[in-house]
Structures are given as structure tokens and as C-alpha cells.
């Protein structure tokens, strides 16, 4: 099976950074996606890596290093509406996706 | 982008009776789509593979015989949940994708209450 693990909970202030990392453990790598996801609503696309490095999109970045099993969600310029759960998923050689059990960030005013 | 379509968004069902769930991609095909289920604050358990003209693949400890899976097209695929019980009750997603290293789409889920 896929062990993937990320923080349950962040709180941050509106206008700030936070990062939410993620450690992944899978039989084969197809990529690893994070996804936003607003109580009782499905999940939606934000960010993909399956090479090595930084990928930037607005003010959310995702960065992604395989050897180490590890990728983290960056959110800048926090807004009230980014409070929701962040999910991390990673798709494996069968070209499945498993989830994390998502953190919930709670942006204050 | 991609949509994928999923329908009913809501259903109470009486407990014993079952209940259908659709699954489709608007805009794409999809040989393979994905069954999702998940509980309150908890995140998305995969159930099943489900794969177009063939049988549906099962994840350890789902019952196929109670989470029947069609896919008899390149565009649908559907969740029949047979004989449901209030344990059922639960948020069933799908996605699919169009493939290749794109990215997977979800269906607005489904929100079943069993009475």
C-alpha cells in the first residue's frame, strides 16, 4: 500500500506564507498532485510535480524531491478563502492516486 | 480544462434499497476511472479501478458484490450501491483522466444519506 503523510492542522494570518509538507512512501511514482478541497465539495486541481524542483502557479508553488519521498505546498499572500484542506496525492506505478489525509489550514483575519 | 460530470449530488435512500451513481467525462474519454469514498474529515479512500469493457478492480476490503462498477463506455462509469446500510452513508467521488501524465479530474461527488 501507499503511506503518505502530512500535517493535520495549520492556522496562519491573512497576508502570510505557510508551507505544508507531505512525506510519501509508494510502489512506483507517476507523479504527486495537491489538491484543495472545501468542506463537502470535491477536491480541485492545484498543482502537479514529477520532476525534481519548484513549480510556481500564482501564489501557490509546489516543490517536489523524489529521493527523498518529500514535496511541500506553498501558499503566499494568504487569503481568507484559502482556508479549506489541502490534500496530497501521489500516483503510483499502476497509475493510481492515493491521498493523504489532508491538512486543514485555517487563514485569521 | 477537463470536466467530469457526477450525479446525484444529494440522495437519501431507505436503508436496504440501492442506489445508482453516474460518472461521466464530458469533454474526454477515459479508459480508467477512479471511486473514491469519504467519511467526515477524514480524506479520500480509493475503492475501485474502473476499467472500460473489462471488470472493475477492487481495493482491499471493499465488497465487490455490494459496490457493483459498470464502465460500458469510454465516458461512463457507474456505482451501484446494493442493499445500502446507515454505514453507507458517505461522500462517493469519481475521477478520471484524460492520460498520460495529466492530471485527474473529480466529479462534484455525491453525498449519500441511508435511513
Known amino acids: 500500500g501507499q503511506n503518505i503523510d502530512q500535517p493535520t492542522e495549520m492556522t496562519a494570518t491573512e497576508g502570510a506564507i505557510v508551507q505544508i509538507n507531505c512525506t510519501y512512501q509508494?510502489?512506483?511514482?507517476?507523479?504527486l498532485f495537491w489538491y484543495q478541497q472545501h468542506a463537502g465539495e470535491a477536491p480541485t486541481f492545484l498543482s502537479y510535480?514529477?520532476?525534481?524542483g519548484l513549480e510556481e502557479k500564482g501564489r501557490f508553488s509546489s516543490f517536489l524531491s523524489r529521493s527523498k519521498g518529500y514535496s511541500y505546498l506553498l501558499l503566499k499572500e494568504l487569503q481568507m478563502k484559502d482556508s479549506a484542506s489541502y490534500l496530497c496525492?501521489?500516483?503510483?506505478?499502476?497509475?493510481?492516486?492515493?491521498f493523504g489525509a489532508g491538512t486543514t489550514v485555517t487563514v485569521r483575519a | 480544462g477537463a470536466v467530469v460530470s457526477q450525479h446525484p449530488s444529494r440522495v437519501i435512500c431507505k436503508s436496504g434499497t440501492s442506489v445508482k451513481i453516474e460518472c461521466r467525462s464530458l469533454?474526454?474519454?477515459?479508459?480508467?476511472m477512479f471511486w473514491y469514498r469519504q467519511f467526515p474529515k477524514q480524506s479520500l479512500m480509493l475503492m475501485a479501478t474502473?476499467?472500460?469493457?473489462?471488470?472493475?478492480?477492487?481495493e482491499q476490503g471493499v465488497e465487490k458484490d455490494k459496490f457493483l462498477i459498470n464502465h460500458a463506455s469510454l465516458t461512463l462509469s457507474t456505482l451501484t450501491v446494493t442493499s445500502a446500510h446507515p454505514e453507507d452513508s458517505s461522500f462517493y467521488i469519481c475521477?478520471?483522466?484524460?492520460?498520460?501524465?495529466?492530471?485527474?479530474?473529480f466529479g462534484q461527488g455525491t453525498r449519500l444519506t441511508v435511513v
Open positions: 474502473s476499467n472500460e469493457g473489462s471488470k472493475a478492480t477492487y
Open positions: 510535480n514529477v520532476l525534481d
Open positions: 475521477s478520471a483522466s484524460p492520460g498520460g501524465e495529466l492530471e485527474a479530474f
Open positions: 496525492a501521489v500516483r503510483d506505478g499502476d497509475y493510481k492516486l492515493s
Open positions: 509508494t510502489s512506483g511514482f507517476n507523479g
Open positions: 469533454d474526454f474519454q477515459a479508459t480508467t
